[in-house]
T-cell receptor
Framework: DGGITQSPKYLFRKEGQNVTLSCEQN?????MYWYRQDPGQGLRLIYY???????QKGDIAEGYSVSREKKESFPLTVTSAQKNPTAFYLC???????????????FGDGTRLSIL | KQEVTQIPAALSVPEGENLVLNCSFT??????LQWFRQDPGKGLTSLLLIQSSQREQTSGRLNASLDKSSGRSTLYIAASQPGDSATYLC????????????FGSGTRLLVRP
């Protein structure tokens, strides 16, 4: 089945540690996104990528980094510079090639990150 | 700056009731508006997407309307069922931002048997 796979489902970070969240999609989508969701709140955009080897900062990129070496994969690294990393992280993808596209975004099942 | 608001934050109804969820946005310059469903601890499932030129979209028991000029959208759920219990999020795609969705904080719906 086509879809978006995020792993792990739960992740714990120690002080000063970098951790990487995986996102893989087999939908052949060009665009991929990372969002952060805090309790009782909507989603906020961290980074997005429209095409391989290109990515752009979203609204809350500080303390995070990404790479897009393959079309199917868009890993997110939460660095030690992110002082409040506890949240639910969601990866999404879409077929967007242009800004005016009306294609919906499809989401993975998320990774819950907590501090030890 | 575009802001999206969803009221109420939580709603509890008996099974079989028809209900309306509300979403409002401050800037009418949008490409589209999307409604999502989120089950506890899960990702988002896209329910309906309304383009800026459209007034409504329907899928089964769900009907979403869009009034761009007044900055409002509603999600109508007919004959609610306990399986409809979830958080419903709306999001707009603003014209002044590339590829970004602006989300509301959601309405948590409980349908009681």
């Amino acid at each position: 089945d086509g879809g978006i796979t995020q792993s792990p489902k739960y992740l714990f970070r120690k002080e000063g540690q970098n951790v990487t969240l995986s996102c893989e999609q087999n939908l052949n989508h060009d665009a991929m996104y990372w969002y952060r969701q805090d309790p009782g709140q909507g989603l906020r955009l961290i980074y997005y990528s429209q095409i391989v080897n290109d990515f752009q900062k979203g609204d809350i990129a500080e303390g995070y980094s990404v790479s897009r070496e393959k079309k199917e994969s868009f890993p997110l690294t939460v660095t030690s510079a992110q002082k409040n990393p506890t949240a639910f992280y969601l990866c999404a993808s879409s077929t967007d090639r242009v800004r005016t596209s009306n294609q919906p975004q499809h989401f993975g099942d998320g990774t819950r990150l907590s501090i030890l | 700056k575009q802001e999206v608001t969803q009221i109420p934050a939580a709603l509890s109804v008996p099974e079989g009731e028809n209900l309306v969820l509300n979403c409002s946005f401050t800037d009418s310059a949008i490409y589209n508006l999307q409604w999502f469903r989120q089950d506890p601890g899960k990702g988002l499932t896209s329910l309906l997407l309304i383009q800026s030129s459209q007034r409504e979209q329907t899928s089964g028991r769900l009907n979403a309307s869009l009034d761009k000029s007044s900055g409002r959208s509603t999600l109508y759920i007919a004959a609610s069922q306990p399986g409809d219990s979830a958080t419903y999020l709306c999001a707009v795609r603003p014209m002044d931002s590339s590829y970004k969705l602006i989300f509301g904080s959601g309405t948590r719906l409980l349908v009681r048997p």
